[in-house]
């Protein structure tokens, strides 16, 4: 199981940190917010340094269906409502920026990037697709209603936005990080004053930005609670019609569809990490309906962190932290926010104001309805009764059969079946007594 995108790509390789060193900003994580975060921070001179725990882009990033794109799904008429118009014109050109930022990098780089229009559609409800066109024309978007015959399936239509783009991620980073100071097999085990520990060495910093996917301090900034992690599969497949738009069901159970070369990459059977979802047998299922002679040529599953609104966590991790900042819970859109993110903390480190910081603070109010969820599930966890718990909070963990793995439903931190860590926020393996299935 590999996604497509590691298949024949050479990632640039880092020394690991030998003994202690000082800079500027420290940057703690190695994936694509945290490579682009040194990318532009070196561009403006700032001293950085990037400490990655093992090889950058070794989770997420690789592992992206890679579009680029402002259409976050029905985002913006649900925006207007919840936060005013003001602010959902913000998220529009703090998106669509990181989209031509990309634009701007891509130009010179091998890195498969193409001019798309992205799409998203609906089975049914064509009013809710008609809401979003209007939604999007008060803030500025220019969005297109479309019929969808590049789908195998009717629809009620789409609404689409021109413009935007999809490329190959870790070719894309291959080019960038070249010549990025960056540490890699360098685990920051422990934060003190200023002071990164690692089992090599100390970094002393002044300012911190921490892109760890899930943010890796429990004491400050109650992110335990702000965020959960959804698991999202992937086949990509030969011999399945090619499509030129890009598509994603504005449905939370539907499908997202690209192509890539001769490849048409399929998504979707996800659902709440440590949950019991369709995963890729849902896809195999839907291929095996709708393009009965594709044949898959690889698979895999992503992970990502949902915020309690839809928006990001992008700016000051909390007030009990002061000069460390944070970038998570991107919400199935890693591409763009992860641009955003490097963008805005670019300001924020540097102290310049920017108009994107109150819209995506993490200090924001936490009072939306997905905060009970979050911490339903975790009392739920915690007291039923199992002898293989998460070392992250002590959350019950859950077999995944589809990935041979343990499952934490509670944070997302995911363990192989021999305990060895597969994904945050745990830090550390699992203790297991012999194998097998809780």
């Known amino acids: 199981m590999d996604s497509i995108w590691r298949q024949n790509v050479e990632l640039p390789r880092f020394r690991a940190l030998e003994g202690s060193v000082r800079t500027d900003v420290l940057i703690i994580g190695g994936g694509l917010a945290g490579i682009l975060c040194a990318c532009l921070l070196q561009r403006e001179g700032v001293d950085y340094l990037l400490a990655e725990g093992g090889r950058i882009c070794g989770g997420n990033t690789g592992r992206t269906t890679a579009k680029i794109t402002a259409q976050h799904g029905l985002i913006y008429d649900r925006l207007i409502r919840t936060v005013g118009e003001e602010k959902a014109g913000l998220y529009l050109e703090a998106q669509q920026g990181a989209v031509e930022r990309y634009y701007e990098l891509c130009g010179s780089i091998d890195c498969d990037f193409e001019e798309k229009t992205s799409f998203v559609y609906s089975l049914a409800d064509r009013e809710k697709l008609e809401k979003e066109a209007k939604a999007l024309c008060r803030i500025g978007g220019k969005p297109v209603m479309a019929q969808t015959q590049e789908l195998p399936f009717p629809t009620a239509g789409a609404v689409g936005m021109e413009r935007q783009a999809q490329f190959h991620p ?18 920051v085990r422990e934060l003190k004053e200023k002071r990164a520990v690692t089992d090599r060495g100390e970094i002393g910093f002044e300012k911190l930005i921490i892109a760890t ?10 992110y335990f609670l702000k965020l959960y992690q959804h698991r999202s599969y992937v086949t990509a497949m030969k011999h399945a019609a090619p499509m030129e738009g890009m598509y994603v069901d504005e449905a939370k159970g539907g499908l997202s569809f690209r192509s890539y070369g001769e490849y048409l990459l399929l998504g979707g059977g996800g659902g709440r990490t440590g949950k019991k979802c369709g995963g890729w047998q849902e896809l195999r299922d839907f291929a095996g309906k709708y393009y009965p002679g594709a044949q898959e040529n690889y698979c895999w599953a992503a992970q990502d962190t949902m915020s309690l609104d839809g928006i990001p966590y992008i700016g000051r991790y909390s007030p009990g932290m002061p000069d460390c900042f944070v970038a998570a819970g991107f919400n199935k859109w890693g591409i763009t926010s992860s641009m955003v993110s490097a963008m805005l903390l670019t300001d924020l480190v540097s102290e310049r104001k920017s108009p994107y910081e109150e819209l995506f603070s993490p200090g924001r109010s936490m009072l939306r309805p997905q905060l009970l969820d979050n911490g339903f599930e975790a009392v739920m ?20 059969p589809a990935e041979h793995s343990f499952d934490c439903p509670c944070h997302g931190s995911r363990f192989d079946q021999d305990g060895g860590l597969l994904d945050n926020p745990a830090s550390g393996d699992l203790k297991v007594q012999g194998k097998g299935v809780l």
């Open 213 to 222: 996917h899930f943010p890796m301090d429990n004491k400050h900034g109650m």
């Open 170 to 187: 870790l070719k894309f980073v291959s080019a960038v990080a070249g010549d990025l100071r960056i540490c890699e097999d360098t685990y």
């Open 381 to 400: 966890s915690m007291l039923t009764l199992s002898g293989k718990r998460c070392p992250h909070m002590g959350c019950a963990l859950k077999w995944n």
